[in-house]
Structures are given as structure tokens and as C-alpha cells.
């Protein structure tokens, strides 16, 4: 298991947790972000926000939110 910003362009993960207050709970699952969700990073850069693909969707995470999402990475099986 490692934190979102981890992840290396190309690298594909499993979300298994996300901690945070409420209102940021609220705001990462209502763009569809929320456990069992496989996303593929598409752009770590130091000191940059970070693009995500996941859900049919690309995604910007600022790399402070990012820290509080944990991933496990694999392959998705449905791919």
C-alpha cells in the first residue's frame, strides 16, 4: 500500500482508503474517487498537481489531497 503521489506515470492502483474530514470525503467521492476504484497515473511531476485516469474520466489532484489516498498498485483485471 502507498500514497497516491507515489505512483509513477504509467503505474495503475487500486484505491483502499482515503482519509480526510468530511467535506473532503464528500468532494473526492462525489468526483467518483472512493474505494475499490482503479485509476493510471497519467502525470506525477514534483511539485505539480496530479493527472489521473480513472472511471473514463481524467482527473487533476493537487498533491496535498493526494497524500491522503492510499493505493494498492496491480493491474485492473477489467481492462
Same mark, same amino acid.
Given at each position: 500500500?502507498? $500514497? !497516491?503521489? /507515489?505512483?509513477?506515470? &504509467? ?5 483502499? &482508503? #482515503?482519509?480526510?474530514? *468530511? *467535506?473532503? !470525503? @464528500? *468532494?473526492?467521492? @462525489?468526483? %467518483?474517487? +472512493? =474505494? %475499490? ?6 502525470? =506525477?511531476? $514534483? +511539485?505539480?498537481? !496530479?493527472?489521473?485516469? &480513472? *472511471? ?5 489532484? =493537487?498533491?496535498? /489531497?493526494?497524500?491522503? #489516498?492510499?493505493? /494498492?498498485? &496491480?493491474?485492473?483485471? +477489467?481492462?
Amino acid at each position: 500500500m502507498q $500514497k !497516491l503521489t /507515489e505512483l509513477r506515470e &504509467g503505474e495503475s492502483g487500486r484505491i483502499v &482508503g #482515503i482519509e480526510g474530514d *468530511r *467535506r473532503y !470525503l @464528500s *468532494r473526492i467521492t @462525489s468526483i %467518483g474517487l +472512493n =474505494n %475499490g476504484c482503479w485509476l493510471e497515473m497519467v502525470q =506525477n511531476v $514534483k +511539485n505539480r498537481p !496530479l493527472l489521473v485516469y &480513472g *472511471r473514463d474520466t481524467m482527473i487533476a489532484l =493537487n498533491r496535498e /489531497e493526494s497524500e491522503r #489516498i492510499q493505493v /494498492e498498485v &496491480g493491474h485492473d483485471e +477489467n481492462k
